[in-house]
């Protein structure tokens, strides 16, 4: 079916412009109605064509369209990787492809943030017309057989009513965007980004980027990990988990006096945190500041049933035993 609707779009686009391509899809706007919303009003603030020249192709084997996309862009964001070296962290021989859940997995092991969008078409474009590419997971069968294809997105060009993607063997697929949709839709709307820890998707939401910056920390590399906490305070200087998963960073590098740089300022912005308080209280005994410490600690206030109850106790008793010690 699909290379049924490419012909017609060969044929169409010459009488009539992309858009009139729902025609083709059965005349039910129903079947894409994102790209009707673009129809009538494109995203504020996007350019109306954008091409992201200098990602990388690679053609995809046979079944193989997942490590293909996820090396697409993870040497775009830096990574020295080939998609024979993803095919065992996300191919899955017994399905003859790659889940979402390894998508979004592997780029973790090379200290990239794997960052699901909104199932929307204008988090998409603004991502691309940000330099992002997006792999996005497409259904190219035909009722009742599903043919499930990755690709990246790398370009579009809205008078033209096209999108441009690295998708199988071809370098740049040219797609009309109703026929993208029909093929996008089927997989609600799934599309990720992987993004180098210095920089941050277009449209990320703080809670979901906070939480896609903890899944890579457990298991990419600290300096990436500190860079993206980093990163992720100067847009949302208010998180005091990331201030925390900041300090933390420093802290296990030994780094004090930046762990304290830190937490002071989070501490300014929200007297009322236990664990920061707490934090720094630690990171100050550990200066060898324990008077200065066990009077921050000892103006803190813990909630009754708080489950950092604790953890206060045990920083207080250490300090004191420090205390002790010193005298």
Known sequence: MIADLYAWYG????????????????????????????????????????????????????????????????????????????????????????????MLAAPRRYSKVSYRLAPRFDDLLREVAAGNPVIVLQDLG????????????????????????????????????????????????????TMPPGRIPATAGEADYLAAISAMERVGEPGATQLA?????????????????????????????????????????????????NNLAQVLSDMGRNDEALELLERVVVPEGSPLTAAVRETHTLILQRIGKDK
């Open 11 to 102: 044929r169409a686009r010459l009488i009539a412009g992309a858009f009139l391509l729902v025609a083709l899809l059965g005349g039910c706007a129903s079947l894409v109605p994102q790209t009707m919303g673009l129809r009538d009003a494109w995203p504020g603030g996007v350019a109306v064509r954008t091409d992201i020249a200098d990602v990388p192709f690679f053609p995809q084997q046979e079944y193989q369209c997942g490590p293909a996309a996820l090396a697409t862009t993870l040497v775009h964001a830096g990574a020295p990787v080939t998609p024979e070296e993803l095919v065992k962290l996300v191919y899955i021989p017994a399905r003859q492809g790659s889940l979402q859940i390894e």
């Open 142 to 193: 035909a009722w009742p057989i599903s043919v499930w294809h990755y690709a990246v997105v790398v370009g579009f060009n809205y008078p033209a009513g096209e999108l441009y993607l690295r998708s199988g063997e071809t370098k740049r697929q040219a797609i009309p965007f109703t026929i993208f949709e029909y093929t996008w839709k089927k997989s609600d709307y799934w599309a990720m980004v």
């Open 229 to 277: 906490y980093s990163t992720f305070l100067e847009r949302w200087p208010d998180n005091v988990a990331a201030g925390i998963g900041l300090a933390n960073q420093h802290y296990a590098r030994e780094e004090l006096k930046q762990a304290e740089a830190v937490l002071r300022p989070v501490l300014t912005r929200h007297p009322d945190s236990v664990a920061v308080a």
